[in-house]
């Protein structure tokens, strides 16, 4: 029997996901690694270590696979990958710096002066990447102005995805998708920009060779094959970014649909047939295909806001074991609205809507009536506030939203669903499995291995799911809340 493995490359681990050919889940292994805060604004993570765990879940969901199925044929591998990484390699490309992920903030001032230009207008409209810290256009110009030495002395620059494959296969290539999240691709002619490259004083040759997601790689090294457990000349597929096939994975192909991920960061995107940027430059517009683009906007304020609440907040005090689900739990216990409680969640800056990086977090509207729950409570809704003016934008620019997809490990939380679809006002539709990326992974590997024509027609095989129902009283209690938390953000964003 065959099967295909989706390789998700995370902020917070790798996940290897094996589907038989229709796209069930077979097994999975996830292997977990830290983030680097060497000082303020500074997330960094070892490309080494993701590379090592690139190599331990492969294997290890090999072996899953075999105890089910006694005997198997890995048909191929396709791989998802964060945006917005950079790292430096130098001559006999030599590593020269960690990765620098999306969450560091350290080029904000670059960011900020070039954000009231016109060329970062121009820059943002030709690329679809908003001006923001995160992007490498803006770590380049850091880089440069901060470590020249290590900027002069540079032979590629790369994300992690493209370390992953140089470290299998030797050479650097780079998919389309994760390209046009640099802010150095031009996203009408899908090359690099000459424009954003000569800003920041690099070369088109010091970047990767930019190839369609479906690109795949073959002939690995017989030791490293041996180590993973498959055989050297199974296909790698370089697939796309997470935020890209986290669309295609949830099946929200057709008009309307959008999809909300929450992971260690969040996200709520659409599909579009052309690329639309905004005259305010409030979204992205990233490459998917040649016949697909994916319109919508991140936001920092993700699970990483919740992660830090229940590690210093939860049960226990600082640095507590409270779970995530009695979290949930604990929040259920308090009426929508926390009962006047508001949360701005900026704790790491913002990018989507405003992409200031200077953003911070806000309790507000503290009464003596207020206890932890209310604080828990309040958490959730000003995560989901965040993402929800986010999808308020993303209407004005690609029209109405019908139905969101969830997907990220908070869709496994009734709770957390269901407030999204109170919020929104909308349905929501949770699938059997949530963890999208791996399964877009899947998809474009079939379409590059000739399994499918087109992806429309594996999609509709996927499962229905579950489908969360909006409740007309609970929208009214958070947009009021909601309408506070937009008023309160324009009040105080000038004391960042």
């Not at 992660?307 to 009426?335: C, M, N």
């Not at 929508?336 to 990018?351: I, K, S």
């Amino acid at each position: 029997m065959d099967y295909i493995i989706g390789v998700d490359i995370g902020t917070s681990g790798t996940k290897a996901v094996a589907f038989d050919v229709f796209g069930s889940i077979i097994s999975e292994s996830y292997v977990g690694y830290p983030l680097l805060n060497p000082q303020k604004d500074f997330f960094e993570q070892d490309p080494d270590v993701l590379f090592s765990a690139v190599l331990k879940a492969i294997p290890q969901v090999v072996r899953r696979v075999n105890d089910i199925w006694g005997s198997a044929r890995l048909s191929g591998i396709g791989f998802s990958s964060a945006m917005h990484g950079l790292i430096v390699m130098g001559e006999q490309d030599r590593r020269l710096t960690n990765c620098i992920i999306w969450a560091d903030t350290r080029a904000e001032a670059f960011a900020t002066k070039l954000r009231n230009t016109a060329e970062g207008l121009n820059i943002y409209l030709k690329t679809g990447t908003p001006i923001h810290p995160m992007s490498p256009l803006c770590k380049l110009a850091w880089l440069r102005e901060h470590l020249p030495s290590v900027f002069s002395a540079a032979k590629k620059f790369i994300s992690i995805k493209e370390y992953v494959f140089f470290k299998l296969f030797g050479h650097y290539v780079v998919d389309e998708s994760i390209a046009s999240a640099t802010g150095l691709f031009d996203i009408y002619e899908r090359a690099w920009y000459p424009p954003a490259l000569n800003l920041v004083g690099i070369l088109p040759e010091q970047l990767a060779k930019p190839v369609p997601i479906t690109y795949r790689c073959s002939g690995l090294d017989r030791q490293v094959a041996l180590d993973m457990q498959i055989p050297d000349d199974t296909p790698f597929i370089v697939g796309g970014s997470d935020g890209c096939l986290a669309n295609l994975g949830a099946g929200a192909v057709a008009p309307g649909d959008a999809v909300v991920t929450i992971g260690t960061s969040g996200a709520i995107r659409m599909l579009s047939g052309s690329p639309k940027t905004d005259h305010k430059a409030r979204t992205f517009s990233y490459v998917l295909t040649e016949e697909l683009f994916v319109l919508g906007g991140a936001v920092n304020s993700g699970g990483m806001v919740l992660r830090w609440y229940k590690d210093h907040f939860g049960v226990g005090g600082i640095d507590g074991d409270q779970t995530y689900s009695s979290l949930a739990e604990e929040a259920a216990a308090v009426p929508a609205g926390a009962d006047g409680l508001v949360f701005l969640p900026y704790l790491a800056g913002e990018r989507a809507p405003h992409w200031n990086a200077d953003a911070k977090g806000l309790f507000f509207g503290i009464q003596m009536h207020h206890r932890k729950a209310h604080f828990t409570r309040a958490v959730f809704e000003g995560i989901t506030y965040g993402l929800y003016s986010v999808g308020k934008v993303l209407e004005e620019i690609a029209g109405p939203v019908g139905v969101l997809h969830a997907n990220g490990g908070f869709a496994r939380s009734p709770l957390w669903t269901q407030l999204l679809a109170d919020v929104f006002n909308k349905q929501v539709l949770v699938r059997e499995s949530v963890e999208a990326a791996a399964k877009g992974a899947f998809l474009v590997t079939l379409k590059a291995l000739g399994r499918i024509a087109s992806f429309d027609k594996a999609i509709g095989n996927l499962t229905s799911g579950e489908i969360f129902m909006p409740n007309a009283r609970q929208h009214r209690a958070y947009m009021e809340n909601f309408r506070l938390f937009e008023r309160l953000y324009d009040r105080v964003k000038d004391e960042f």
